[in-house]
């Protein structure tokens, strides 16, 4: 085997020509190395169409690469020589090339980069330049300060980035945020557009039938994978967005509807997160929706808000706190996970409709993750681990960097209000309020105290009974516990005993 100047290992979230890893290529003397590993594919059970996504996107990354001349090493999950993780792939592939040079992008994923440090390879890292904010930024951002609030983090990325940002200095429209206009309920004759579909090319084939044979024990389907898993093609579902979703997502991103798991959602996060897309490019998009007059300021901003603000906020977060984060545990929860996040088997529609979405197609959007899923575990005390190893596994864009600190502290405000300051506790009239579930439940949205009551409303008043000292002091809780105690003591008995009752349910692993 020839010997090369430089290697560079692209791992399977990093599938973007613009790299910094990848700049100065010599097509001669260096060459990429793409490998597919059991460990990163398995150490959670990943949703088959996840790993699906990835071996395939991998795959039509290192043809395009070679389509540039680019020399590249590619080891398949099945190959005989593949040694099942990442940083035994990449010293086998230092002996056989000696390479003068390691080069690799920051990992998404602490504990993959870290694995790689503890290797005793001398690599030569490159920052994840596809971020408007370098961890060394977040970190003199955050510098000092107790408590962090992403919308004055927001504010920072706006000015850097000069979205809707007026010539001087301030915000276009007078205001940064308009989230307040961003959550409206489905009216009936309000239409979704039909998802945009991709069908399986030969390679996507081999993949699918790969991935069916080593993880057909994973949970989730194969069937409906639909995904894009090259560059022009997450180009054509971003512009199927601009399209037909844009104008009507800010007024209905947190609405929910039965048997619609896409609404007005971009369903892009997966692409974006492995390199197919660049969100530069989307926010820029975005903003000339905006000036062409085709969409309204809540829509445009509220995009952009998640790109440069939230997603942005979140990494930070994992970068700067990482690795004591992950077993943050603000409430001491200690319940297993209950095996309907699984199957979806539930009586409770809401949970079924966003589980059964999240197996048959690897999705669920942001409410449906953050006051569905999310809130119950949040409600019935799920341990913080768990329920991260749930999203991790099972969302088609979930990585630990962004996976872990939307689940641990914006779910389960495990943190202890580090991230947010509030915990995202609802009852069952929010989600009454932004779907039309209630509807076909077997439970009573109405009810919170008798046996065919709501689950999410006595847990919901359980849970903030149970955890008052933790929280009766927060300021932005005041209200609800002010609501609490006005309540009849014989109203709040009857509430905790109904709490109590379903969580002994789930502590003798039976279904609610
Ligand atoms: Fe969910 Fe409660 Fe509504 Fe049923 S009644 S769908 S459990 S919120």
């Given at each position: 085997?020839?010997?090369?100047?430089?290697l560079?290992?692209?791992?399977?979230?990093?599938?973007s020509?613009?790299?910094?890893?990848?700049?100065?290529?010599?097509?001669e003397?260096?060459?990429?190395?793409?490998?597919?590993v059991?460990?990163?594919?398995s150490?959670?059970?990943?949703?088959?169409?996840?790993?699906?996504?990835?071996?395939?996107?991998?795959r039509h990354f290192?043809?395009?690469?070679?389509?540039?001349g680019v020399?590249?090493?590619?080891?398949t999950?099945?190959?005989p020589?593949?040694t099942?993780?990442?940083?035994?792939e990449?010293?086998?592939?230092?002996?056989?090339?000696?390479?003068?040079?390691?080069?690799?992008?920051?990992?998404g994923?602490?504990r993959?980069?870290?694995s790689?440090?503890?290797?005793?390879?001398?690599?030569?890292?490159?920052a994840?330049?596809?971020?408007?904010?370098?961890?060394t930024e977040?970190a003199c951002w955050?510098e000092g300060?107790?408590?962090?609030?992403?919308?004055?983090?927001?504010?920072?990325?706006?000015?850097?980035?000069?979205?809707?940002?007026?010539?001087d200095?301030?915000?276009?429209?007078?205001?940064?945020?308009?989230?307040?206009e961003?959550?409206?309920a489905?009216?009936?004759r309000?239409?979704?557009?039909?998802?945009?579909?991709f069908s399986?090319?030969?390679?996507?084939?081999?993949?699918l039938?790969?991935?069916?044979?080593?993880?057909?024990?994973?949970?989730?389907?194969?069937?409906?994978?639909?995904y894009?898993?090259?560059?022009?093609?997450?180009?054509?579902?971003?512009e199927?967005?601009?399209?037909?979703?844009?104008?009507?997502?800010?007024?209905?991103?947190?609405?929910?509807?039965?048997?619609?798991?896409?609404l007005?959602?971009a369903?892009?996060?997966?692409?974006?997160?492995i390199?197919?897309?660049?969100?530069?490019?989307?926010?820029?998009?975005?903003?000339?929706a905006?000036?062409?007059g085709?969409?309204a300021?809540n829509?445009?901003e509220?995009?952009?808000?998640?790109?440069i603000?939230?997603?942005?906020?979140?990494?930070?977060?994992?970068?700067?706190?990482?690795?004591d984060?992950?077993?943050?545990n603000?409430?001491?929860?200690?319940r297993?996970?209950?095996?309907?996040y699984?199957?979806?088997?539930?009586k409770?529609?809401?949970?079924?409709?966003?589980?059964?979405?999240?197996?048959?197609?690897?999705?669920?959007?942001?409410i449906?993750?953050?006051m569905v899923?999310?809130?119950?575990?949040l409600l019935?005390?799920?341990a913080p681990?768990?329920?991260?190893?749930w999203?991790l596994?099972?969302y088609?864009d979930?990585?630990?960097?962004v996976?872990?600190?939307?689940?641990?502290?914006?779910?389960m405000?495990?943190?202890?209000?580090?991230?947010?300051?509030?915990?995202?506790?609802?009852?069952?009239q929010?989600?009454?309020?932004?779907?039309?579930?209630?509807?076909?439940?077997?439970?009573?949205?109405?009810?919170?105290?008798?046996?065919d009551?709501?689950p999410f409303?006595?847990?919901?008043?359980?849970?903030?009974?149970?955890?008052?000292?933790?929280l009766?002091?927060?300021?932005?809780?005041?209200?609800?516990?002010?609501?609490?105690?006005?309540?009849p003591?014989?109203?709040?008995?009857?509430?905790?005993q109904?709490?109590?009752?379903?969580?002994?349910?789930?502590?003798a692993?039976?279904?609610?």
């Amino acid at each position: 085997m020839n010997k090369v100047r430089r290697l560079c290992l692209v791992l399977g979230d990093q599938l973007s020509f613009d790299l910094a890893s990848l700049q100065g290529l010599n097509t001669e003397r260096d060459a990429v190395l793409l490998v597919e590993v059991m460990e990163e594919a398995s150490h959670v059970p990943h949703h088959p169409q996840k790993i699906t996504l990835v071996f395939s996107a991998m795959r039509h990354f290192a043809k395009a690469l070679q389509q540039r001349g680019v020399q590249v090493r590619y080891v398949t999950l099945d190959d005989p020589q593949n040694t099942g993780s990442v940083p035994s792939e990449l010293r086998r592939w230092q002996s056989l090339m000696q390479p003068d040079e390691l080069h690799l992008n920051e990992c998404g994923d602490w504990r993959l980069e870290q694995s790689l440090k503890d290797s005793g390879l001398s690599i030569q890292w490159h920052a994840d330049t596809r971020f408007l904010c370098s961890r060394t930024e977040f970190a003199c951002w955050a510098e000092g300060k107790k408590q962090l609030r992403m919308e004055f983090f927001y504010r920072e990325m706006r000015r850097k980035s000069g979205l809707l940002i007026n010539g001087d200095g301030t915000p276009v429209g007078g205001s940064w945020n308009f989230d307040a206009e961003n959550r409206k309920a489905l009216p009936k004759r309000v239409i979704a557009p039909l998802p945009a579909r991709f069908s399986a090319d030969s390679i996507t084939q081999e993949v699918l039938a790969l991935v069916g044979k080593h993880f057909a024990h994973h949970y989730g389907s194969l069937d409906s994978f639909d995904y894009p898993v090259t560059h022009a093609d997450a180009q054509a579902l971003w512009e199927y967005f601009l399209d037909y979703g844009l104008a009507a997502f800010g007024d209905y991103q947190d609405a929910m509807a039965s048997d619609e798991p896409f609404l007005f959602h971009a369903r892009i996060s997966a692409a974006l997160n492995i390199g197919l897309l660049d969100m530069r490019q989307l926010c820029s998009d975005v903003e000339a929706a905006y000036w062409s007059g085709s969409i309204a300021l809540n829509a445009a901003e509220g995009f952009i808000r998640q790109l440069i603000g939230w997603r942005e906020y979140v990494r930070g977060i994992y970068w700067l706190k990482m690795p004591d984060y992950a077993n943050s545990n603000f409430f001491g929860n200690s319940r297993p996970l209950p095996g309907f996040y699984w199957t979806g088997e539930t009586k409770m529609n809401c949970m079924r409709q966003a589980i059964g979405q999240s197996l048959e197609h690897a999705y669920a959007h942001h409410i449906q993750r953050l006051m569905v899923t999310g809130n119950f575990a949040l409600l019935a005390g799920i341990a913080p681990s768990q329920i991260c190893n749930w999203y991790l596994a099972i969302y088609m864009d979930a990585y630990d960097w962004v996976e872990l600190p939307n689940t641990l502290a914006m779910v389960m405000h495990a943190d202890g209000g580090y991230l947010g300051s509030k915990p995202y506790c609802a009852s069952g009239q929010y989600i009454k309020r932004m779907s039309d579930y209630c509807r076909n439940c077997e439970y009573k949205v109405s009810e919170s105290t008798t046996v065919d009551a709501c689950p999410f409303n006595s847990l919901y008043w359980h849970f903030l009974m149970r955890h008052s000292d933790l929280l009766y002091g927060n300021q932005r809780m005041g209200m609800v516990y002010k609501n609490l105690q006005r309540m009849p003591d014989s109203k709040q008995q009857a509430l905790w005993q109904r709490g109590e009752a379903l969580l002994a349910k789930l502590d003798a692993g039976e279904s609610l």
